[in-house]
């Protein structure tokens, strides 16, 4: 209506141009899937997947950006497992959406938000209803086993007879430790061998560094060679 002194002189007409309106634009939320590491065992390990509330939630991500009360109510992970040691680089991730939970299921963003959909209001609600979501996969990180083999040197005892004698090779002491299908070599440029005619006593050149495991998931450990006397 036009009103005010002279408003009747008037013959109005209202024409609405636009209708104004409240803009709530969805607020920030980042949710980082947190790493998880273990050590080669042999068997397959990782991320067994499944739908984690609450508490359990918190332990499989870290959220940052959460408004007022909102809380992380839910989260479901992909199964995810590897076997052999290494760095799985953003292979944790998530199946579905995440859920937002308020403490009181009447509240009024819960209220408006079912009411929209026809339906009575519950604890949870889902985060991309408030916000724009970015999920940062984790890391499956399975590290190598550590393992310490000992060796030795073989033993050649002659007595003197004017000829050159041989003595070469190696044993493992603790050979149970060995992995099946793995070996130990003599992984050096010259051969472990002293071959010798006078007198004495000839040492091999046993040295820790010039050792190496081979084989079927030789990669999964992290060797210590010790020489033992």
Same mark, same amino acid.
């Given at each position: 209506?036009?009103?005010?002194?002279?408003?009747?002189?008037?013959?109005?007409?209202?024409?609405?141009?636009?209708?104004?309106?409240?803009?709530?634009?969805?607020?920030?939320?980042?949710?980082?899937?947190?790493?998880?590491?273990?050590?080669?065992?042999?068997?397959?390990?990782?991320?067994?997947?499944?739908?984690?509330?609450?508490?359990?939630?918190?332990?499989?991500?870290?959220?940052?950006?959460?408004?007022?009360?909102?809380?992380?109510?839910?989260?479901?992970?992909?199964? #995810?497992?590897?076997?052999?040691?290494?760095?799985?680089?953003?292979?944790?991730?998530?199946?579905?959406?995440?859920?937002?939970?308020?403490?009181?299921?009447?509240?009024?963003?819960?209220?408006?938000?079912?009411?929209?959909?026809?339906? $009575?209001?519950?604890?949870?609600?889902?985060?991309?209803?408030? #916000?724009?979501? &970015?999920?940062?996969?984790?890391?499956?990180?399975?590290?190598?086993?550590?393992? $310490?083999?000992?060796?030795?040197?073989?033993?050649?005892?002659? *007595?003197?007879?004017?000829?050159?004698?041989?003595?070469?090779?190696?044993?493992?002491?603790?050979?149970?430790?060995?992995?099946?299908?793995?070996?130990?070599?003599?992984?050096?440029?010259?051969?472990?061998?002293?071959?010798?005619?006078?007198?004495?006593?000839?040492?091999?050149?046993?040295?820790?560094?010039?050792?190496?495991? *081979?084989? &079927?998931?030789?990669?999964? #450990?992290?060797?210590?060679?010790?020489?033992?006397?």
């Amino acid at each position: 209506a036009l009103t005010g002194t002279g408003a009747d002189n008037y013959d109005v007409t209202f024409v609405v141009d636009s209708n104004g309106g409240l803009t709530i634009n969805k607020a920030e939320l980042t949710i980082t899937i947190k790493d998880q590491e273990y050590t080669y065992n042999g068997e397959a390990q990782g991320e067994a997947g499944g739908h984690y509330t609450e508490d359990a939630a918190l332990e499989k991500v870290e959220v940052s950006g959460l408004q007022g009360n909102d809380k992380l109510w839910s989260i479901d992970m992909k199964e #995810y497992k590897e076997t052999d040691a290494n760095t799985y680089e953003g292979k944790l991730e998530f199946d579905t959406t995440v859920s937002s939970n308020r403490p009181d299921a009447t509240s009024d963003n819960a209220r408006e938000y079912y009411e929209s959909l026809g339906q $009575e209001p519950i604890e949870k609600m889902p985060l991309s209803v408030n #916000y724009k979501v &970015t999920v940062k996969n984790g890391d499956l990180i399975i590290n190598k086993q550590e393992l $310490e083999i000992h060796v030795k040197g073989n033993e050649e005892t002659v *007595t003197y007879d004017g000829n050159k004698h041989t003595v070469s090779g190696f044993e493992v002491v603790n050979a149970e430790d060995v992995p099946d299908g793995t070996e130990v070599i003599w992984n050096f440029t010259t051969l472990l061998k002293v071959e010798k005619a006078n007198a004495g006593y000839y040492e091999l050149p046993l040295k820790a560094d010039r050792f190496a495991l *081979t084989g &079927t998931g030789a990669d999964n #450990y992290d060797v210590t060679f010790v020489v033992d006397s």
